[in-house]
């Protein structure tokens, strides 16, 4: 499962925040605009009425009308066509439209003649009675142009949010990650060390939150740290205690087969010899895998592949059954080209026991190679049977053997497995060998 980012859930939930607060901001304003936009249309109609009707009068006097007429004027006033967001309407007593806008209609408004604000079918509506209470002026406006104006207005306010929000997710970004470099930091120190470096972390610079989370990290580091000192001295105490026993029971018993030479318990005496090496043989691996669980490979230094490669080639050929069969193959030319970061004696185990692996366990007197490659890896490659692949992923596993001709302690592809994994690299098992049709080939790679 794919895990989670900090800095990405806090840059979407925090635009998101601002998102949220922005709309609710724009709502709140609309709202407020709105009860203003009413009062300010409210007043304009007003203030227009009041204007007009004086004039309206005084134009009917200036007519000769009668006071109480009982004829609509006739008589229209030509203007240019125009849209009007107000119309008004000069009605008689009677609910006669005497005079009017533009684009009033003929009709009356479906508004009574009360002094007021009135809501009819859509249209907003003033009335203003003359002073005689026989001549009222209504002016109208419609609902549908304030709620547009409302609704440019919002629109106003809310677009530039589709153009602010990726901008303010950007920075909002920005300000997290500047926020989360001590984590990053940290993340840093700690990945930078070598696995042997146990020294506890630098918190000085660090926030308070934080700071609880390494101190509890540096307790876990000083735990370790004891842990593998004890690991490591156990390791060094019991090779001594383990090897001695061994090696004097081997002494023991190469005297009584130099004793008893002839005797019908001779073979029963070469039989426990190679009992007895065999059960050297898996102490040598128990203990190289005590080491190699302790932690032997945490160590980091500048280590030449070719130095350490040679030196285990030139063991293997003082060897008397192996003297030959071991071959070096160095693709590296370049300086610097074949180092890489590891323990000399945890490099020099894994790659001893791929080697004895492969005469072990490949044909018998065909040449092993070792192989560095350009890539710092080191490839060892024997000929053989090939390994089917359901065997061939367990083989890193304990006591885990494969078919040949010996048996084997089955420790030693467990060993270079635990060895590689702490120095950083990987180990690839291949059957058939690269570019063969048989043999058997293990990759280390750094």
Same mark, same amino acid.
């Given at each position: ?56 009068? @005084? ?16 008589? @229209? ?57 026989? %001549? ?17 207005? %919002? ?7 589709? %153009? ?100 019908? *318990? ?25 080491? *190699? ?15 350490? *490669? ?20 160095? @693709? ?50 024997? @000929? ?31 060993? %270079? ?24 080939? *293990?990759?280390?790679?750094?």
């Amino acid at each position: 499962m794919a895990r989670w980012s900090l800095t990405q859930r806090l840059t979407v939930r925090l635009s998101a925040a601002l998102a949220l607060l922005w709309i609710a901001a724009a709502v709140t304003t609309a709202f407020v605009i709105r009860y203003e936009f009413n009062e300010v249309f409210d007043s304009a109609l007003q203030e227009i009425a009041q204007r007009l009707l004086p004039l309206a009068v @005084e134009d009917l006097k200036e007519r000769g009308e009668p006071v109480e007429w009982s004829r609509e004027i006739r008589e @229209e006033i030509v203007v240019a066509e125009h849209e009007e967001y107000l119309i008004y309407q000069i009605r008689a007593s009677d609910g006669r439209v005497l005079i009017r806008s533009h684009d009033a209609p003929k009709q009356g408004f479906k508004t009574p003649l009360t002094p007021g604000y009135a809501n009819r079918n859509g249209w907003r509506v003033y009335t203003e009675p003359s002073a005689g209470q026989d %001549v009222f002026i209504q002016v109208a406006e419609a609902l549908d142009h304030r709620d547009e104006a409302l609704f440019n207005l %919002v629109l106003t306010l809310t677009a530039p949010l589709f %153009v602010l929000l990726p901008l303010s997710a950007f920075i909002v970004r920005c300000f997290v990650l500047g926020t989360l470099r001590p984590i990053t930091s940290v993340r840093a120190s700690i990945a930078s060390r070598g696995g042997g470096n146990t020294a506890p972390i630098d918190d000085e610079s660090l926030p308070q939150e934080l700071s609880p989370i390494v101190e509890d990290v540096n307790r876990l580091l000083e735990r370790l740290q004891k842990s593998l000192q004890a690991e490591r001295a156990f390791a060094s105490s019991s090779a001594h205690e383990l090897r001695t026993p061994v090696a004097s029971a081997l002494a023991q018993v190469s005297r009584l087969k130099a004793d008893l030479q002839q005797h019908p *318990a001779t073979d029963r005496v070469r039989r426990i010899e190679e009992i007895l090496r065999e059960l050297g043989g898996l102490v040598e691996k128990l203990l190289q895998l005590s080491r *190699a669980e302790a932690g032997v490979a945490l160590k980091r230094e500048p280590m030449k592949l070719g130095y350490v *490669a040679q030196y285990l080639v030139d063991e293997f050929d003082r060897k008397t059954p192996y003297a030959g069969l071991v071959k070096l193959v160095n @693709e590296t030319h370049e300086e610097g080209q074949d180092v890489v970061e590891t323990d000399l004696d945890a490099l020099a185990i894994a790659l001893r026991n791929l080697i004895e692996n492969a005469l072990v366990h490949g044909a018998k007197d065909c040449t092993v190679i070792v192989l560095i490659g350009k890539d710092r890896s080191i490839r060892v490659i024997n @000929e053989g049977a090939v390994v089917p692949g359901e065997k061939l992923s367990h083989l890193t596993d304990r006591f885990s053997r494969g078919r040949s001709r010996s048996e084997g302690s089955g420790l030693g592809l467990a060993i %270079v497995k635990t060895i590689v994994e702490q120095a950083g690299g990987t180990l690839e098992l291949r059957s058939p060998a690269t570019g063969r049709n048989d043999g058997f080939e *293990a990759i280390i790679r750094f």
